[in-house]
């Protein structure tokens, strides 16, 4: 049995889109309050930039699935204990969600 894949342009622009280029370059600089406070507000957190780089606005916390809450509240307490290596993992993660919302599959 073979596998066709097709691989378009729309495809490519979906995958780039999902890059937090944001917040990766937030982590190169030694993590401060200012990053925390940054990071505890969910239209400004790690989430909060998938949302924009979506074209989408966040009106409710419950709009999100439960996955994408628990890798926000997660980034926080990275950035919490300065831990930016675990924090560019968890925005891996974020990245690689098919998708944020709950109300989408």
């Known amino acids: 049995m073979s596998v066709r894949v097709f691989y378009s342009q729309k495809t ?3 995958i780039k889109k999902m890059e937090l ?3 990766r370059a937030r982590l190169q600089d ?3 309050q200012k990053h925390q406070d940054l ?5 400004t957190c790690a989430l909060g930039e998938r949302v924009r780089t ?3 606005d966040l009106k409710n916390l419950k709009e999100l699935s439960p996955e994408a809450i628990k890798l926000g509240y997660d ?3 990275a950035l919490q204990e300065r831990n930016s290596d675990l924090a560019l993992e968890i925005i891996e ?3 690689r969600l098919p998708t944020i919302w ?4």
Do not use: A, H, M, P
């Not at 990071?39 to 239209?43: G, I, L, T, V």
């Open 12 to 14: 490519e622009q979906l």
């Open 21 to 23: 280029k944001e917040w």
């Open 30 to 32: 030694e993590l401060t």
């Open 39 to 43: 990071s505890d507000n969910w239209k």
């Open 54 to 56: 979506e074209g989408r």
């Open 75 to 77: 980034f926080s307490v």
């Open 93 to 95: 993660k974020i990245e």
């Open 102 to 105: 709950r109300d989408e599959v």
